[in-house]
């Protein structure tokens, strides 16, 4: 009888700890996503680089500085790169439009097909947020990591 209420009382416990750990997971995974919401369905914007090119003559255009822009809904991130030349013409590059998901850790994993990237400022682009901020890390290989802060574009 005794073994009979143990085994009994393992059993709740067990679905006790089950449901409590499932709960748990949930509102862990729901804050990660509640994180990324605010995200959602705007323009994200972190400069890249700037790039220089020498000229014979006094060139006012011979200048200009790459943006990475990252606009997310539920499901995929579009990724266009931006090119603002010294006096103000604007070439824009759409690399792709990928799925994502949110991880545990804050990463954000992305779905990219490599032969899109390949030539572009998103290629080996990892994705985190850190701090209520999305950041962008590139990996160069020198083994120098670039990270970039991807801001709200102004209006």
Known sequence: MIQ??????????????????????????????????????????????TVYEETPDDNPCAGSQIYLTLLFDKEQVQITEKEISTCGKVATHKIGIYYWKML?????????????????????????????????????VNGRIMEYIFKEKEQ
């Open 4 to 49: 009979k209420i143990q085994l009994h009382a393992i059993k709740h416990l067990n679905k006790r700890t089950t449901f409590v750990f499932i709960l748990c997971s949930m509102c862990y995974l729901s804050s990660h996503a509640q994180k990324m919401k605010k995200l959602l369905n705007k323009e994200l914007i972190a400069k890249v680089d």
């Open 104 to 140: 545990p850790d804050q990463k954000i994993e992305v779905d990219f097909i490599k032969s899109q990237t390949e030539d572009t400022y998103a290629k080996n682009l990892a994705l985190e947020l850190r701090d209520k901020q999305l950041i962008g890390s590139v990996t160069h």
